[in-house]
């Protein structure tokens, strides 16, 4: 729970958050999807830090314990995980290619999940 604890004080913005703050402060669609694309980034960034503090809490009590099926079932959840977003994320591509917004949509999608999983890592670390 240490290394978390500096990663849980920083109050996550909501997707939807993120996805108002972006239209509010472009006035073109290019600005839109530029300033998606730095969120998208950004959340990357917490995403991975997450699951790599989280591995190095969870190797701990693996080593403390001699169980290491939990790093095993860990980094394998994380692997599905990451496929379900992707697969996710382009079925709302796909669904919105017709309507002009799909990379965007795409962008929003993987924000929403990514930020979701945080959530869910931080209710698992509790």
């Known amino acids: 729970m240490l290394l978390l604890a500096p990663l849980a ?3 996550a913005p909501s997707a939807k958050d993120i996805e108002t703050s972006c239209k509010n ?3 073109r669609s290019v600005t839109y999807s530029m300033c998606l694309d730095e969120k998208l980034k950004t959340t990357q960034t917490s995403y991975d830090a997450w699951i790599q503090s989280r591995e190095i809490e969870l190797e701990k009590v693996a080593k403390d314990t001699g169980r290491e099926s939990i790093i095993y079932e860990f980094k394998k959840s ?5 496929q ?4 996710q994320c382009r079925r709302v591509f796909f669904e ?3 309507k002009g917004n799909a990379a965007d949509r795409y962008r929003v999608c993987k ?12 209710q698992e670390a509790e």
């Open 84 to 87: 379900f977003i992707e697969s």
């Open 96 to 98: 919105n290619q017709s």
């Open 78 to 82: 994380n692997d599905f995980y990451k």
């Open 9 to 11: 004080s920083q109050a």
């Open 25 to 27: 402060a472009s006035t």
């Open 111 to 122: 924000i929403r999940q990514m930020l979701s999983r945080i959530e869910q890592m931080e």
